[in-house]
């Protein structure tokens, strides 16, 4: 599963000492959306969490640890927002650790269809998702993609 692919990633990157924080995504207080998350200890990374809830564009957090190095996980539309980052010297390349997802749609949480419970919940995508080329970000460190299931 990608998520165990990705706390795998950020255990061996803050391990290694490659980055001093993983910025990513935990499950909110409400059990169901997620909610950014900074990750400092290899111990945390069991936190880490990627899902159509997934949502928010963790790129805006960048440029809160200017001068440390910072991995990042990242869908095709924000590695874009790295990108901008990037283009405006923002942000430093060299600094930053991109942990590129393989996106297959985020949900609107405005249209979110609790039906009783978070196991019936009906999420639609965002629209910017339906229009979206590409679930493969184009610029990543490494890449985590989802594994289809094997069918009997």
């Not at 795998?8 to 290694?16: E, G, M, W």
């Not at 249209?111 to 998702?129: Q, Y």
Request: include cysteine.
């Amino acid at each position: 599963m990608i998520i165990d692919d990705l706390r795998d990633k950020a255990r061996q990157l803050l391990k290694d000492k490659a980055v001093d924080v993983i910025i990513g995504y935990e499950r909110a207080s409400d059990g169901t959306s997620s909610a950014p998350a900074f990750i400092f200890d290899e111990k945390d990374a069991g936190r880490l969490v990627y899902d159509a809830y997934c949502v928010y564009n963790l790129a805006s957090y960048l440029k809160d640890f200017a001068g440390r190095k910072v991995g990042i996980v990242a869908k095709a539309c924000d590695v874009r927002s790295v990108q901008v980052l990037l283009q405006e010297n923002q942000v430093v390349r060299q600094e930053i650790v991109i942990i590129g997802v393989e996106c297959r749609g985020v949900g609107d949480e405005t249209r979110l269809h609790r039906t009783g419970g978070n196991k019936e919940d009906t999420l639609a995508f965002k629209e910017k998702c339906r229009m979206c080329e590409s679930s493969l970000p184009e610029v990543y460190d490494y890449l985590l993609r989802a594994k289809e299931e094997a069918h009997p």
